[in-house]
């Protein structure tokens, strides 16, 4: 878990040296949130059959990039905004809303120079927010809780200790006092303050009121514990209807929550793992069994095959045969699927590096948004 910290903190440095201006302008200030009144001869743009309510408000609009706070269920939330050069506010734009590491802030994705020059290029408004865990009570790290995080408890059914994500004997306890009453054992290690999939779904409606988004390509990514929830965004019927498209980068699920897609309508994912990962491993190709962390802790995870597999299956994609290569158009990575058959990109991806527990944004953003913009409706 020291992993995670430390990656998060490197990002966070990082990013301090970026500027936080964006296409629209930095601000950097609270965000007035006022009423979003309409505006009669809105122009949402060609192709555009879903523009949310902020492509005819015309008061209480977000219109520059900068850091901005949100009231969740009695507790502020905050979040950062790139607003890319094309942005225009009444022609709608595809929006990706990013979750950074276990220990991470919303400036570990949006204060890399990669990620916002390549979301000029393509045009994505993109949305960070930051998770819960730092101030009072838990006074720990900001993270993402998803199935498992918070009750230490695995996919497969067992209770207690038996049941655990982890092996309590060779892990340090992080629970977090938010958790109390909720831990059924010493592996739980994210916050039990909010449930982040109802403040993913309440964000983006927010946001949406306030930004002219394309709302049917709305697409999710994040990073090691962000990575994780991501699929947890994926599989929960309360918000996978909300987006197109994810891609975890160095994430996976706890062992045994191997679900598919959340809604009847195609969910694409990107997977990129680390074959030198220590923290999140994806175990070998093929191998569906689970895997286990190896940098002095031991957290269960699914496999990169396993995860991947349940979601090809539930696209109805061929799953008895071996994944094949797919030509991803990288040298970082090789990259397989169960769904050969089909036509252009892939619906789920599976790419793996010789890099470890670490975002190398150099090349799997480009990869990440090309994947995005393929899958686009």
Same mark, same amino acid.
């Given at each position: 878990?020291?992993?995670?910290?430390?990656?998060?903190?490197?990002?966070?440095?990082?990013?301090?040296?970026?500027?936080?201006?964006?296409?629209?302008?930095?601000?950097?200030?609270?965000?007035s949130?006022?009423?979003?009144?309409?505006? #009669?001869?809105?122009s949402?743009?060609?192709?555009?059959?879903?523009?949310?309510?902020g492509c005819s408000?015309?008061? *209480?609009?977000?219109?520059?990039?900068?850091?901005?706070?949100?009231?969740?269920?009695?507790?502020?939330?905050?979040?950062?905004?790139?607003?890319?050069?094309?942005?225009?506010?009444?022609?709608?734009?595809?929006?990706?809303?990013?979750f950074?590491?276990? =220990?991470?802030?919303?400036?570990?994705?949006?204060g890399?120079?990669?990620?916002?020059?390549?979301?000029?290029?393509?045009?994505f408004?993109?949305?960070? #927010?930051?998770?819960?865990?730092? *101030?009072?009570?838990?006074?720990?790290?900001?993270?993402?809780?998803?199935? =498992?995080?918070?009750?230490?408890?695995?996919g497969?059914?067992?209770?207690?200790i038996?049941?655990?994500?982890?092996?309590?004997?060779?892990? #340090?306890?992080?629970?977090?006092?938010s958790?109390?009453?909720?831990?059924?054992?010493? @592996?739980?290690?994210?916050? @039990?303050?909010?449930?982040?999939?109802a403040?993913t779904?309440?964000l983006?409606e927010?946001?949406?009121?306030r930004?002219?988004?394309?709302?049917?390509n709305?697409f999710?990514?994040?990073?090691s514990? =962000?990575?994780?929830?991501?699929?947890?965004?994926?599989?929960?019927?309360?918000?996978?209807?909300?987006?197109r498209?994810?891609?975890?980068?160095?994430?996976l699920?706890?062992?045994?929550?191997?679900?598919?897609?959340?809604?009847n309508?195609?969910?694409?994912?990107?997977?990129?793992? *680390?074959?030198?990962?220590?923290t999140?491993?994806?175990?070998d190709?093929?191998?569906e069994s689970?895997?286990?962390?190896?940098?002095?802790?031991?957290?269960?995870y699914?496999s990169?095959?396993?995860?991947?597999?349940?979601?090809?299956?539930?696209?109805? @994609?061929?799953?008895t045969?071996?994944?094949?290569?797919?030509?991803? =158009?990288?040298?970082?990575?090789?990259?397989?699927?169960?769904?050969a058959?089909?036509?252009?990109w #892939?619906?789920?991806?599976?790419c793996r590096?010789?890099?470890?527990?670490?975002?190398?944004f150099?090349w799997t953003?480009?990869?990440?948004?090309?994947?995005?913009?393929?899958?686009?409706?």
């Open positions: 878990m020291l992993r995670y910290l430390i990656s998060g903190l490197l990002i966070s440095i990082a990013a301090l040296l970026v500027s936080c201006g964006g296409g629209g302008g930095g601000n950097g200030a609270g965000e949130i006022g009423s979003v009144q309409p505006s #009669p001869g809105n949402t743009g060609p192709g555009v059959s879903n523009p949310s309510a408000a015309n008061t *209480g609009l977000l219109t520059d990039s900068g850091t901005y706070t949100f009231q969740f269920n009695n507790i502020e939330r905050t979040y950062r905004v790139y607003v890319p050069e094309t942005y225009a506010t009444t022609s709608a734009s595809p929006l990706a809303m990013l950074h590491g276990w =220990g991470g802030g919303q400036n570990d994705f949006i890399d120079a990669t990620v916002t020059s390549e979301a000029d290029q393509q045009g408004i993109l949305v960070a #927010p930051a998770g819960l865990g730092s *101030g009072e009570p838990d006074n720990s790290l900001n993270s993402w809780t998803f199935s =498992g995080s918070a009750t230490g408890l695995d497969d059914g067992g209770d207690g038996e049941g655990a994500i982890c092996d309590v004997n060779n892990t #340090p306890d992080y629970t977090y006092d958790c109390d009453g909720i831990a059924e054992n010493s @592996c739980s290690w994210t916050q @039990c303050q909010q449930d982040d999939v403040f779904a309440a983006l927010h946001v949406g009121n930004m002219c988004v394309d709302s049917d709305v999710a990514s994040g990073g514990n =962000g990575g994780m929830f991501t699929w947890e965004l994926g599989q929960n019927p309360l918000t996978a209807t909300l987006f498209a994810i891609a975890p980068i160095i994430g699920p706890h062992r045994g929550y191997l679900d598919g897609k959340g809604k309508e195609d969910m694409p994912v990107l997977l990129i793992t *680390g074959l030198n990962d220590p999140v491993p994806p175990g190709w093929g191998d689970f895997t286990t962390t190896s940098d002095g802790e031991s957290f269960y699914t990169a095959t396993g995860i991947t597999k349940s979601w090809a299956e539930s696209h109805g @994609c061929e799953v045969n071996s994944a094949v290569v797919f030509d991803a =158009g990288t040298s970082e990575a090789e990259c397989r699927t169960y769904c058959s089909d036509s252009g #892939p619906r789920v991806l599976d590096s010789d890099m470890g527990h670490t975002y190398e150099s953003w480009p990869l990440i948004l090309e994947f995005f913009s393929a899958h686009s409706l």
